[in-house]
């Protein structure tokens, strides 16, 4: 009945020293706070250990949260900051989590996508295996949106862009993702 | 309708993610009443977003909440226990050395004749004077001293194997990947 109880009863309760409301949140967030370091570090030994260090900075600093923002918002900053920081560890000359170089095809209004033709089952897998081919940047920008259903004031708090410019990668994420999946779809075919 | 409204696909997405003000989201509203390719196109948006909203989540390996259970409990007793037992333990030798030290210094000034009671001629009698010998301290001799020399040999040696014990515990640390 642990899903019963809120966030915030869980988190006070934490506070209060008791470790099973933690492990009841570690429970509740695991697979999304996984996925989005998958999606950033695109490995899943190294999500594993970013995720499982990130679970630990957030049990350290659950005392100083104040409930300023959506649980969730405050741990996805604190899984998305560990995974930067894994990258730039892994690779220190690492200078940019999105791929700007990638062309962008222009799309031909009017005329219908060939994934909306496609099933649901393997839309699902084509959009899996598209998102997985996409920048950390990309991929995460837009797990956050579309699978986590934040607003895009929550995503700039998470990773710190300007609305602006988290709107602009939004859609540049969104057209990558389209043209892999439209790609991908058309070598089936063939 | 307006003739210099295009409704792209850009615009298109924008209003499906709701990032459309009121104005334009009435112009889309009254476009798409009266073009129904651009609705069909509008409710291919809506389903390819609801294929990212029900995309599975990567799922971690098993019994992950136990591993940040047991990594917490493994960092939260690393750090207590040199605290709560060798860390006073080293505090007390840590101010006994400075104590003995702050000896070493003020002893000499407190065997030296400026410790004395300054009134202290007054109450010898005048005769007696010439035969008073002012009291003087050895500092030489207190400094040059055997047992000095070997209380600071002592003193040294602890500190040494102090740093030594200091060098094997962070050593170990590291060793145990905390």
């Known amino acids: 009945m642990s899903e019963a109880i809120s966030d915030e009863t869980l988190i006070q309760q934490t506070q209060a020293g008791n470790q099973q409301a933690f492990a009841t949140l570690v429970t509740r967030y695991e697979r999304y706070a996984f996925t989005l370091a998958f999606r950033v570090v695109k490995n899943r030994e190294d999500a594993h250990e970013v995720t499982q260090d990130a679970f630990l900075r957030a049990f350290r600093y659950l005392p100083d949260f104040r409930g300023e923002s959506k649980f969730s918002t405050w741990l996805y900053k604190i899984v998305y900051t560990t995974s930067l920081n894994f990258l730039r560890k892994k690779s220190p000359d690492i200078q940019s989590l999105d791929d700007e170089n990638r062309p962008i095809q222009l799309e031909n209004d009017g005329v219908p996508d060939a994934s909306y033709a496609m099933e649901q089952t393997d839309r699902n897998a084509a959009l899996q295996n598209a998102i997985n081919h996409l920048s950390s940047g990309d991929a995460s920008i837009i797990t956050l949106f579309y699978l986590y259903e934040h607003t895009l004031e929550e995503i700039c708090q998470i990773t710190e862009l300007t609305m602006t410019n988290a709107k602009t990668k939004l859609c540049r994420a969104r057209q990558r993702l389209k043209v892999i999946v439209e790609n991908s779809f058309t070598a089936e075919l063939v | 309708m307006e003739k210099n409204f295009k409704l792209t696909n850009e615009i298109l997405w924008d209003y499906a993610d709701g990032f459309l003000n009121e104005e334009d989201k009435l112009r889309v509203d009254a476009y798409l009443r009266q073009n129904s390719a651009k609705q069909t196109q509008l409710d291919g948006i809506l389903s390819e977003k609801c294929s990212f909203s029900t995309l599975p989540l990567e799922k971690p390996n098993a019994g992950f909440t136990q591993q940040v259970m047991t990594a917490w409990t493994a960092e939260q ?79 040294l040696t602890f500190m040494g194997l102090k740093l030594l014990d200091k060098y094997l515990q962070v050593r170990n640390l590291h060793l145990s990947g905390h």
């Open chain 2, 77 to 155: 007793t690393a750090k207590k226990a040199p605290v709560n037992v060798k860390a006073i333990e080293r505090d007390w030798v840590l101010w006994g050395i400075a104590a003995a030290f702050g000896l070493i210094i003020v002893l000499p000034f407190l065997l030296s004749p400026s410790a004395a009671p300054s009134d202290i001629t007054l109450q010898i009698p005048e005769q007696y004077m010439p035969q008073v010998q002012v009291p003087t301290f050895d500092w030489a001799g207190f400094m040059n001293g055997a047992s000095l020399r070997n209380f600071l040999l002592l003193t």
